[in-house]
Every structure is written in C-alpha cells, then in structure tokens.
T-cell receptor
Framework: GQQVMQIPQYQHVQEGEDFTTYCNSS?????IQWYKQRPGGHPVFLIQ?????EVKKQKRLTFQFGEAKKNSSLHITATQTTDVGTYFC???????????FGAGTILRVKS | DGGITQSPKYLFRKEGQNVTLSCEQN?????MYWYRQDPGQGLRLIYY???????QKGDIAEGYSVSREKKESFPLTVTSAQKNPTAFYLC??????????FGQGTRLTVV
C-alpha cells in the first residue's frame, strides 16, 4: 500500500550540532507536511511544501521537497534544547482522502 | 476560540468493556481523523472521514468503530474486540489534505 517512510528513527546530538531527517513516499505527493511533537504533547503543524524542488526556511529549520515530489527533508542548524521532540512528515494518499504520517524521527539534544 | 477538543484526557478501561473517546471541532473542517500512537512510535491511522455520514477504515481499524453524524463530531469507540487498546489516541481535523490540527489526545489504559 501507499506508505511514507522516514529515517532515521532516532538521533541524539550535542547542542549546536546540525540535524536532518528524511522522508520518502512510495507515490508522488501533491504536498508534504511537517509536524513537531514535544514529549507528552500532540503534533503541531510546522509547514507545508507544494511545489517540486521547493525550499522553505523557518529560522534555523530548512525544509525541502524533492524534484519528483516523492521525498523531503527537514534540516535544523545548530540544534538547541528547545528542538527536542519527534518530527513527522505526512502526505495525502489515495487521491488526497487520507493523511498518512511517517514513523517520525525522535530528536534528543544533549547540552 | 476555535480548535479541536478531545475528552477525556485519561481513560481507564476494564477488559471486555467498550469505551468511547470524544472529538469535537469548531474549525468547520470537512476532514477528521483518528490516529493511534504507541510509546516511541509513529501515528497509525485508524479511521478517517471526509464528509458527514461517511467514513473509511485506515490501516488499523480492527476493534474500533466511529460515527460522523455531525460535521463537528467524530467519536471513536474502542470495542472489546481490540485486544491491545492501551495507547495514546489523537484526533485531528483539516481542510481535506492540508494542515491538520490535533487535539490534546486521550491516554487509554486497560486495567
């Protein structure tokens, strides 16, 4: 079936180091969305990418959508302890009727 | 104040008992979703609905049931057929395949 795969599953970095999580879809996506879930909380929407090759930035976060619209990445520059949480990508599947999430990447930041 | 509300926050279920989790939104969203999250895991889709009186099974629908009698409401019943119901349940809503808003979640425990 249609899937969204995300790697790595877990990453532990030293504060100030960079972090990247990657997302791959089995099918072409009309858009890719990124969410952050803080420990004990619920997922919160970060951004949506729509165009092939699109790059968007939010302060230290850089989001990219691949040319084929099947892969995406989230890069955090100089991580801070406030970046701790799980980062999910999500894409609409089955003609846009359902939103499927990747397994998420758990980020831990050591100060 | 617009948003999506889940209740209760914590729920305890006895073996063989059915329980219903509430999800209400006043965002005028057409699409609503139920996800299950196990510790350290991603979001798995249980059921989703695009319009009133219509809903589809997600990836793990067995042992669960839903209804969508009103646009604002999408309750989830965890039946006794669900053998391992202990998890964090998240309800979300969106305008079709765009940004999803999540409720605070319900933590269900079997006692």
């Amino acid at each position: 079936g249609q899937q969204v795969m995300q790697i790595p599953q877990y990453q532990h970095v030293q504060e100030g180091e960079d972090f990247t999580t990657y997302c791959n879809s089995s099918t072409t996506l009309s858009n890719i969305q990124w969410y952050k879930q803080r420990p004990g909380g619920h997922p919160v929407f970060l951004i949506q990418l729509v165009k092939s090759g699109e790059v968007k930035k939010q302060k230290r976060l850089t989001f990219q959508f691949g040319e084929a619209k099947k892969n995406s990445s989230l890069h955090i520059t100089a991580t801070q302890t406030t970046d701790v949480g799980t980062y999910f990508c999500a894409g609409p599947m089955e003609y846009g009727n359902k939103l499927v999430f990747g397994a998420g990447t758990i980020l831990r930041v050591k100060s | 104040d617009g948003g999506i509300t889940q209740s209760p926050k914590y729920l305890f279920r006895k073996e063989g008992q059915n329980v219903t989790l509430s999800c209400e939104q006043n965002l005028n969203h057409d699409a609503m979703y139920w996800y299950r999250q196990d510790p350290g895991q991603g979001l798995r889709l249980i059921y989703y609905s695009q319009i009133v009186n219509d809903f589809q099974k997600g990836d793990i629908a067995e042992g669960y049931s839903v209804s969508r009698e009103k646009k604002e409401s999408f309750p989830l019943t965890v039946t006794s057929a669900q053998k391992n119901p202990t998890a964090f349940y998240l309800c979300a809503s969106s305008y079709s395949w765009t940004e999803a808003f999540f409720g605070q979640g319900t933590r269900l425990t079997v006692v």
